[in-house]
């Protein structure tokens, strides 16, 4: 038997920097900061990111390129794998990205690469608890997803890995 189904996307798109709540606001200047600190002299690219933890902290890290090109390194796993080094931390409450090219004083769009978001899943499942994902959406707008799991659908998981070990 054949049964089709549908996998959602739940989203909040905020409109301007005014409709953003406080704490995801200072959580965006992280990211900016970091983005503005960004090592992206092949690509042009820079890319920062920034996570708060429960215990209020905030941590940022961003893109570091390589002459040898896929030797670089995205700031999404910049951060986490800094982030993970330190086993005991507060868990991640919310994590933001933001991007500009260089040259440029204007934040554009910018969404996780598909490495990235299997890295980020990672995170999830190691503190079993879902974070806030947040980003720089273009044009003065921010997208906020409830939980990396809505960016990875049918994702490859501790879980599946266990179901199918003998
Ligand atoms: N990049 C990130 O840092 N994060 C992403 O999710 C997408 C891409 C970086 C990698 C590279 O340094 C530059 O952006 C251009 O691809």
Not at 37 to 48: I, K, L, M, R, T
Not at 60 to 87: D, K
Not at 111 to 125: A, D, I, S, W
């Amino acid at each position: 038997m054949k049964k089709d189904f549908q996998i959602r996307l739940d989203a909040t798109l905020y409109e301007c920097w005014e409709d953003l709540p406080a704490d995801y606001r200072q959580l965006i200047l992280e990211a900016r900061k970091a983005t503005d600190e960004s090592y992206a002299p092949y690509s042009q690219f820079h890319v920062g990111a920034a996570i708060l933890l429960a215990d209020g902290s905030m941590l940022r890290a961003n893109n570091q390129e390589n002459a040898s090109y896929p030797c670089g390194a995205c700031a999404e796993q910049s951060l986490l794998y800094y982030y993970g080094t330190r086993a005991k931390q507060s868990p991640i409450v919310a994590m933001a990205i933001t991007a500009r090219r260089a040259g440029s004083q204007e934040f554009i769009k910018i969404t996780p690469c598909g490495k990235c978001r299997q890295v980020m899943l990672e995170t999830y499942h190691r503190q079993k608890q879902a974070y806030v994902i947040l980003l720089e959406y273009g044009k003065g707008q921010f997208l906020s997803l409830p939980s990396i799991e809505v960016l990875l659908p049918c994702n490859f998981n501790p879980e599946v890995l266990q179901e199918n070990n003998p």
